[in-house]
C-alpha cells in the first residue's frame, strides 16, 4: 500500500485527512516560550489575537528528525510504500528533513520504497495535489502512479492572495520598512502568489477591494481557459471577510459552495491578516513551475 504523508503546513483539516487516508506530521509555532502543535491548534482562536502579534510576531520550528524518521518507520514496518509531500523547501527546511528521514529509514529497512516531493508550495496549493494522489492511490495505483499524480497536480495549481497591511510582510523581512510603509499610506494591496517554491508579486493596485478583484478576474480568466478541478478560499485573522468573499463573489462565478478554510500559522505570521484562493485548473497553469517539477523529487 502506498502511505501518503503531508505537513501540516498543507492547512487540511483533520477531519478530512483521516477521512482521505492522509498522515499529517505537525509543524510547530513559538510564541511566548510555549510551543504550539500546528496541527493542534484552534486557528481562529490563535488568529483572533494576530494583530497583538505584529510587534513580536511568533517563530516557527519543522517537525524533528525523530517525528519524521517515526513516521517513515512504522511505514517501513508495515511493508507499506512512502509518498511523501512537503512545503516548499525555500519556505522551510521540512522538505530537506523529510529526505534526511527517509534516507535514513531506508539505510535500515533495505526494502523500503519512498518518494519525498517539494511541493513547491503551501497551503491549499500544496494539499490539492495531495488529494490528486488520493485518488490514484485509492484507484489501484502504486508508488509511481501516485507519485505522477502529485507532479501533475503541482502544475495545475495555482496560490493568489492579498494581505489587509503589508506590517507583517515588513516586520519579516520580506519587504523594507520604507516601502511598507509608503504601501499602507497610500493603500498599496499586492496580490502575491507563488512561483517556483517562493513568493511572487502578481500586481499591485491601490486598494484592498481592487486587489480582490484583481484575483477573482485571474481566477476567473484561469478557469474559462483551462477548468477548474477544486477551489477553496484561505484566510488568515479574521474569517468573516473571507467567508463574505466566497459567498459573494467566488461562488458565484462556479455555481457551486466553496470552503473557506485558516492557512497554517507557520506561513500566516509572515503574511499577517490575509484572503486569498488556491485552486486546482484541469490543465497545466503555465507560469506556476517554470523549472521541471520532477528536480523537486527524491526517491528510492
Known sequence: MVRIITDSVASIPADEARKAGIEVVTLYVNRDGEELADAEMDLDAFYAEIYDMVDDIPTSSQPSQHALEEAFEDAARAGDEVLGVFISSGLSGTFDGAVRAARAVKARNIDFSYAIVDSSSCGYDEAWPVFDAVEARDAGEGLSGCLSAVLEGMERTRFLFTPETLTFLQKGGRIGGAAALLG?????????TVTDGAAATLAKVRTRKKALERIAATF????EKLGLKRVAVHYIGDK??????????????????V???PVSPVIGLHVGPAVGIAYECASAVASKLTAPARLRVCAS
Open 184 to 192: 499602507n499610506l497610500i493603500q498599496l494591496s499586492p496580490v502575491l
Open 220 to 223: 476567473r480568466a484561469d478557469i
Open 240 to 257: 468573516a471577510p473571507a467567508l463574505a468573499w466566497a459567498r459573494e463573489v467566488v461562488e458565484p462565478l462556479i455555481g457551486r459552495t
Open 259 to 261: 470552503k473557506v478554510l
